[in-house]
């Protein structure tokens, strides 16, 4: 059995910088602070490599690949020293909370020399190292898989869409969204609610797996929207850059909340809610509403909820959507399924990771 001793970070780790994304684009994974940004065709880093946000709301995320891939100016390449097990290290660095070691307040940064003057607690017995990640692996493993199978059935269900509603459809684009949905915005202060647990829709939620967050009331210091059940939310922060389109199903949660950076699109009738999802997230049509975008800060350009409600789409046939709901309500419900799934093996996750690390 290993020891757990005291280290200096720098002492089992080496750290090197990301360079400037490349234009070109290809099939090699562009890592940054909040994960995949995109694709190109080089790499800066190869073999298993960790990657820790190192700027921003992301500072002190971690990541772990096994292939190539290209680390960008906003992240930090891990690589363990003396032979250790880096996916142990990538394990052993989530518990670290690194973004509170984080300089700057408004604009925390992670640098190398601050990472590398860190004290912890290692275990330097490799096979030891090795046990550990196996298990906390299995379940990562279980979770990724579920989470192919939601892009899976993502997939089906949008070429199920284009089938019902585009490519057979003859009648002219008469309605829009509009029709169909209405912009949905009741605000509600979580501060008013004394230790109250909400379930909060925010982007950084969306980008980690479509998991929303349970926060107490005291800790959410902004205004929020109320979630209703059987809605769509639609980020109107950067569209053209990033899509984010959260379908919520389910029971009604009377503490679903979300951030403004969504808008809420609630269909005027239940069996509006799935043509509504694939109208929106069709490729063709999330483009042009995402050309509606404005603003006077590049990186931060928004959309105005009426590039979305004036959107045009075909006349609804109640009968053609009852017969397409009941070919794609299974598979959402079966996705759904599977993300609650996701969230207790995380959870299990999580709690096997404090018990073991």
């Given at each position: 059995m290993?020891?757990?001793?005291?280290?200096?970070?720098?002492e089992?780790?080496?750290?090197?910088n990301?360079?400037?994304?490349?234009?070109?684009?290809?099939?090699?994974?562009?890592?940054?602070?909040?994960?995949?940004?995109?694709?190109?065709?080089n790499?800066?880093?190869?073999g298993?490599?960790?990657?820790?946000?190192r700027?921003?709301?992301?500072?002190?995320?971690?990541?772990?690949?096994?292939r190539?891939?290209?680390?960008?100016?906003?992240?930090?390449?891990v690589?363990p020293?003396?032979?250790?097990?880096?996916?142990?290290?990538?394990?052993?660095?989530?518990?670290?909370?690194?973004?509170?070691?984080?300089?700057?307040s408004?604009?925390?940064l992670?640098?190398?020399?601050?990472?590398?003057?860190?004290?912890?607690l290692?275990?330097?017995?490799?096979?030891?190292?090795?046990?550990?990640?196996?298990?906390l692996?299995?379940?990562?493993?279980?979770?990724?898989?579920?989470?192919r199978?939601?892009e899976?059935?993502?997939?089906?269900?949008?070429?199920?869409?284009?089938?019902?509603?585009?490519?057979?459809?003859?009648?002219?684009?008469?309605?829009?969204i509009g029709?169909?949905a209405?912009?949905?915005k009741v605000?509600?202060n979580?501060?008013k609610?004394?230790?109250?647990i909400?379930?909060?829709?925010?982007?950084?939620a969306?980008?980690?797996?479509?998991?929303?967050?349970?926060?107490?009331?005291?800790?959410?210091?902004?205004?929020?929207y109320?979630?209703?059940?059987n809605?769509?939310?639609?980020?109107?922060?950067?569209?053209?850059?990033?899509?984010?389109?959260?379908?919520?199903?389910g029971?009604?949660?009377?503490?679903?909340?979300?951030?403004?950076?969504?808008q809420?699109?609630?269909?005027?009738?239940?069996e509006?809610?799935?043509?509504?999802?694939?109208?929106?997230?069709?490729?063709e049509?999330?483009?042009e509403?995402?050309?509606?975008?404005?603003g006077?800060s590049?990186?931060?350009?928004?959309?105005?909820p009426?590039?979305?409600?004036?959107?045009?789409?075909?006349?609804?046939?109640?009968?053609k959507?009852?017969?397409?709901n009941?070919?794609?309500?299974?598979?959402?419900?079966?996705?759904?399924?599977?993300q609650?799934?996701?969230?207790?093996l995380?959870?299990?996750?999580d709690?096997l990771?404090?018990?073991?690390?």
């Amino acid at each position: 059995m290993g020891e757990w001793k005291e280290y200096k970070l720098g002492e089992i780790i080496s750290l090197g910088n990301g360079k400037v994304r490349p234009k070109e684009i290809g099939n090699i994974p562009i890592y940054g602070g909040n994960g995949i940004l995109g694709y190109c065709n080089n790499y800066n880093y190869k073999g298993e490599t960790i990657i820790i946000g190192r700027v921003g709301a992301y500072c002190g995320s971690v990541y772990y690949e096994n292939r190539p891939i290209w680390i960008s100016d906003n992240a930090l390449a891990v690589k363990p020293k003396n032979g250790y097990s880096t996916k142990f290290l990538y394990y052993f660095l989530k518990t670290l909370r690194l973004h509170e070691y984080a300089e700057g307040s408004s604009h925390p940064l992670l640098t190398q020399t601050l990472l590398n003057t860190i004290d912890v607690l290692f275990i330097n017995n490799i096979q030891e190292q090795n046990h550990i990640a196996s298990i906390l692996g299995s379940l990562d493993n279980k979770i990724d898989l579920l989470h192919r199978e939601n892009e899976t059935i993502e997939a089906m269900a949008e070429i199920i869409f284009r089938k019902w509603f585009i490519e057979d459809v003859k009648d002219e684009w008469k309605d829009n969204i509009g029709t169909y949905a209405e912009h949905y915005k009741v605000s509600i202060n979580p501060q008013k609610y004394d230790n109250t647990i909400f379930e909060h829709y925010s982007i950084p939620a969306f980008d980690n797996g479509k998991n929303p967050i349970l926060e107490n009331s005291k800790d959410i210091k902004s205004n929020k929207y109320i979630v209703p059940n059987n809605c769509i939310l639609f980020s109107k922060l950067n569209p053209h850059k990033d899509k984010r389109v959260w379908l919520i199903i389910g029971e009604d949660n009377k503490n679903a909340i979300c951030s403004t950076e969504f808008q809420i699109i609630k269909p005027l009738k239940k069996e509006y809610l799935y043509f509504l999802y694939g109208w929106l997230t069709n490729k063709e049509n999330y483009e042009e509403i995402s050309f509606g975008v404005g603003g006077t800060s590049s990186s931060h350009q928004r959309i105005d909820p009426q590039s979305i409600f004036t959107f045009s789409c075909p006349n609804l046939n109640i009968n053609k959507v009852n017969d397409y709901n009941a070919i794609v309500g299974p598979l959402f419900q079966k996705q759904k399924l599977n993300q609650n799934q996701i969230v207790n093996l995380k959870e299990q996750r999580d709690k096997l990771l404090q018990k073991l690390i």
